[in-house]
Protein backbone atom coordinates (compact mmCIF):
# COMPACT_ATOMS: atom_id res chain seq x y z
CA UNK A 1 0.00 0.00 0.00
CA UNK A 2 1.64 3.00 -1.09
CA UNK A 3 0.70 6.22 0.96
CA UNK A 4 2.10 10.34 0.96
CA UNK A 5 2.63 11.58 3.96
CA UNK A 6 2.45 15.71 4.11
CA UNK A 7 3.75 17.31 6.86
CA UNK A 8 4.71 21.51 8.04
CA UNK A 9 1.31 22.95 7.31
CA UNK A 10 0.27 25.64 10.05
CA UNK A 11 -0.33 29.63 10.02
CA UNK A 12 2.16 32.16 8.21
CA UNK A 13 2.33 35.66 8.03
CA UNK A 14 2.42 37.75 5.08
CA UNK A 15 5.47 37.80 4.15
CA UNK A 16 6.51 34.93 6.08
CA UNK A 17 7.70 31.43 5.12
CA UNK A 18 6.48 27.91 5.02
CA UNK A 19 8.07 24.72 4.05
CA UNK A 20 6.37 21.97 3.37
CA UNK A 21 7.46 18.31 2.59
CA UNK A 22 6.11 14.78 1.30
CA UNK A 23 6.82 11.29 2.53
CA UNK A 24 6.05 8.82 -0.02
CA UNK A 25 6.27 5.28 1.23
CA UNK A 26 5.28 1.54 0.75
CA UNK A 27 6.58 -0.52 -2.18
CA UNK A 28 7.12 1.46 -5.02
CA UNK A 29 9.13 0.68 -7.68
CA UNK A 30 10.23 4.30 -9.28
CA UNK A 31 8.50 7.63 -9.23
CA UNK A 32 8.14 9.84 -11.95
CA UNK A 33 7.04 13.37 -11.01
CA UNK A 34 6.12 14.63 -7.87
CA UNK A 35 4.51 17.68 -6.93
CA UNK A 36 2.29 19.72 -4.51
CA UNK A 37 -1.34 21.21 -5.62
CA UNK A 38 -3.76 23.06 -3.74
CA UNK A 39 -7.28 24.06 -3.21
CA UNK A 40 -8.44 27.16 -2.12
CA UNK A 41 -11.46 27.27 0.05
CA UNK A 42 -14.41 27.62 -2.86
CA UNK A 43 -12.21 26.89 -5.93
CA UNK A 44 -10.83 23.48 -7.85
CA UNK A 45 -7.43 21.72 -7.06
CA UNK A 46 -4.29 23.69 -9.14
CA UNK A 47 -0.84 22.60 -9.64
CA UNK A 48 1.77 24.82 -7.59
CA UNK A 49 4.82 23.02 -8.41
CA UNK A 50 6.11 19.34 -9.77
CA UNK A 51 9.05 18.18 -10.04
CA UNK A 52 10.34 15.42 -12.73
CA UNK A 53 12.53 12.62 -11.74
CA UNK A 54 15.49 13.88 -13.51
CA UNK A 55 15.47 17.41 -12.56
CA UNK A 56 13.04 19.78 -14.46
CA UNK A 57 10.27 21.78 -12.62
CA UNK A 58 7.73 23.66 -13.26
CA UNK A 59 5.85 26.05 -11.09
CA UNK A 60 1.69 27.82 -11.41
CA UNK A 61 2.87 31.65 -12.44
CA UNK A 62 1.20 32.40 -8.91
CA UNK A 63 4.28 31.57 -6.91
CA UNK A 64 7.25 31.58 -9.59
CA UNK A 65 10.11 33.11 -7.65
CA UNK A 66 8.58 32.82 -4.28
CA UNK A 67 8.29 28.82 -4.08
CA UNK A 68 11.09 26.32 -4.42
CA UNK A 69 10.35 22.43 -4.59
CA UNK A 70 13.33 20.12 -3.95
CA UNK A 71 13.67 16.43 -4.54
CA UNK A 72 15.62 13.84 -2.71
CA UNK A 73 14.34 10.61 -4.63
CA UNK A 74 16.45 8.50 -2.56
CA UNK A 75 14.35 8.92 -0.05
CA UNK A 76 10.71 9.44 -2.17
CA UNK A 77 10.73 12.99 -0.07
CA UNK A 78 9.69 16.31 -2.18
CA UNK A 79 9.77 19.66 -0.15
CA UNK A 80 8.04 22.90 -1.00
CA UNK A 81 9.74 25.82 0.63
CA UNK A 82 7.27 28.72 0.23
CA UNK A 83 8.78 32.26 1.05
CA UNK A 84 7.01 35.62 0.71
CA UNK A 85 3.31 34.25 1.41
CA UNK A 86 0.50 35.76 0.78
CA UNK A 87 -3.27 35.50 2.15
CA UNK A 88 -4.17 34.06 -1.40
CA UNK A 89 -1.85 31.54 -0.80
CA UNK A 90 -4.32 30.07 2.00
CA UNK A 91 -5.08 26.58 1.08
CA UNK A 92 -5.15 22.66 1.26
CA UNK A 93 -1.81 21.61 0.19
CA UNK A 94 -1.97 18.21 -1.73
CA UNK A 95 1.11 15.77 -2.63
CA UNK A 96 0.81 14.28 -5.38
CA UNK A 97 3.28 11.34 -7.07
CA UNK A 98 3.16 9.16 -10.18
CA UNK A 99 4.67 6.49 -9.27
CA UNK A 100 5.00 2.51 -10.10
CA UNK A 101 3.71 1.02 -7.16
CA UNK A 102 4.04 -3.21 -6.10
CA UNK A 103 2.17 -4.29 -8.84
CA UNK A 104 4.44 -2.31 -11.06
CA UNK A 105 1.63 -0.48 -13.13
CA UNK A 106 2.43 3.18 -13.00
CA UNK A 107 -0.70 5.43 -10.97
CA UNK A 108 -0.88 8.73 -9.29
CA UNK A 109 -0.80 9.24 -5.36
CA UNK A 110 -2.01 11.50 -3.30
CA UNK A 111 -1.63 12.48 0.08
CA UNK A 112 -4.27 13.36 2.39
CA UNK A 113 -3.70 17.44 2.27
CA UNK A 114 -2.12 19.80 4.63
CA UNK A 115 -3.93 23.31 5.64
CA UNK A 116 -1.73 26.16 5.53
CA UNK A 117 -3.22 29.60 6.59
CA UNK A 118 -1.52 33.07 5.77
CA UNK A 119 -2.87 35.67 8.16
CA UNK A 120 -1.29 39.07 9.50
Known amino acids: QVRLMESGGGIGKPGGSLRLSCVAS????????MGWYRQAPGKGRELVAE???????NYADSVKGRFTILRDSAENTVLLQMSSLKPEDTAVYYC??????????????WGQGTRVFVAS
Open 96 to 109: NANLRDSSFRWRVA
Open 26 to 33: GTIHGINT
Open 51 to 57: IMSNGPT
